[in-house]
């Protein structure tokens, strides 16, 4: 079955790019009607979308991030990555990414984030 | 941006009780809600979508209502691995999709 799995640095240093990676397996990045997205959660607290890609390549982010996050994908590798620039404290989390959908064309399509990595911490620290 | 408010922050109730969260929109949803369990050190799970629609595998015992602002997840009898935090999500008006703040279902 379908299985995400982010990795990526566990530390970064403040004001430089956090880089993450989800490497999907099971599937394919390029299925039809889904989004790869990405949701962090500082610790003790609740879940943020910080943005999404489309199987076809639009990019949908947070507009409190905006001017800081790339999301890109490799369909070569089946991988979906995430840049956040200029970081800062405030950006320590857990990091997943996660696949969802809009619409429901078949009996199985599930309009929600269905799958889960299991998430990667990341802390900013000097 | 459609703000989720969920209540309460914290139900303190027994196994075999009667849980019922609620998840208040800013603005109308439609029925465009998901709620997702998430237990310590694991990534959230997929309970409802659109309201009322359980996930795959998901137990009847969970159950979704609601539409336009107002919303409800309830799970019938308390089993021992049911006590977690919930969190709803919207996605009729996005970006940015958005998730309330939780409600966090412990052990009476």
């Known amino acids: 079955q379908l299985q995400l799995q982010e990795s990526g640095p566990g530390l970064v240093k403040p004001s430089e790019t956090l880089s993450l990676t989800c490497s999907i397996s099971g599937g394919s990045i390029s299925s039809s009607g889904y989004y790869w997205g990405w949701i962090r959660q500082p610790p003790g607290k609740g879940l943020e979308w910080i943005g999404s890609?489309?199987?076809?390549?639009?990019?949908y982010y947070s507009p409190s991030l905006k001017s800081r996050i790339t999301i890109s994908v490799d369909t070569s590798k089946n991988q979906v990555s995430v840049k956040l620039s200029s970081v800062t404290a405030a950006d320590t989390a857990v990091y997943y990414c996660a696949r969802h959908r809009d619409t429901v064309v078949g009996v199985a399509d599930q309009p929600a984030f269905d799958i889960w990595g299991q998430g990667t911490m990341v802390t900013v620290s000097s | 941006e459609v703000v989720l408010t969920q209540s309460p922050a914290t139900l303190s109730l027994s196994p075999g009780e009667r849980a019922t969260l609620s998840c208040r929109a800013s603005?109308?949803?439609?029925?465009?809600l998901a709620w997702y369990q998430q237990k310590p050190g694991q990534a959230p799970r997929l309970l409802i979508y659109?309201?009322?629609n359980r996930a795959t595998g998901i137990p009847a015992r969970f159950s979704g209502s609601g539409s336009g602002t107002d919303f409800t997840l309830t799970i019938s009898s308390l089993e021992p691995e049911d006590f977690a935090v919930y969190y709803c999500?919207?996605?009729?008006?996005?970006?940015?999709?958005?998730f309330g703040g939780g409600t966090k279902v412990e052990i009476k």
């Open positions: 890609i489309y199987y076809s390549g639009s990019t």
């Open positions: 659109d309201a009322s």
């Open positions: 603005q109308s949803v439609s029925s465009y």
């Open positions: 999500q919207q996605r009729s008006s996005w970006p940015p999709l958005t």
